[in-house]
């Protein structure tokens, strides 16, 4: 029953189109969040990390960074998952199931971030601006995938 109050009607648009954007607004606010829990976890690490006698070379840079964009990815994603699942897809469906799903999502993005992130600090381009460039393409598709795949309603 609750389901049917969620769902466009087509009948009133106004209502219908806040339905439908009810939740990728939520999803941004949630990815906010996190997104000030992983900058502010990845600033710092950067700092401690960055205070090596490594830190002179390019590569050892790089390292630090892909470590520390590893290590903030951990710290967001924990509230991530709690916020997208109850808040932004309110999903009722199988805690097991859905962290397994979320778990395999989060290690390709984790993968995928942290190594983005130091190829792009290894081509000259600075560790925070890299990071930022491959959390906007990854937010995009992390909206997609945690819709379709890991929160997905059973209809």
């Not at 830190?55 to 470590?67: G, K, P, T």
């Not at 991530?80 to 808040?87: A, G, I, S, V």
């Amino acid at each position: 029953m609750e389901e049917n109050r969620q769902r466009p009607s087509g009948s009133k648009p106004f209502r219908d189109s806040r339905l439908v954007s009810r939740r990728p607004v939520r999803f941004f606010l949630t990815a906010a969040a996190s997104a000030v829990v992983d900058w502010t976890l990845f600033l710092l690490l950067i700092r401690i990390f960055g205070s090596s006698a490594w830190a002179a070379y390019r590569l050892a840079v790089a390292e630090d960074a892909a470590a520390a964009s590893a290590l903030s990815r951990v710290g967001s994603g924990i509230l991530n998952f709690t916020l997208n699942r109850k808040w932004s897809f309110q999903s009722t469906g199988r805690v097991g199931i859905e962290a397994v799903r979320y778990l395999v999502l989060f290690s390709a993005n984790l993968l995928c971030n942290a190594s983005a992130v130091a190829w792009l600090t290894l081509a000259g381009v600075p560790a925070a601006l890299g990071k930022f460039m491959v959390d906007v393409i990854l937010f995009f598709i992390n909206y997609q995938v945690q819709k379709r795949w890991v929160f997905r309603r059973r209809e």
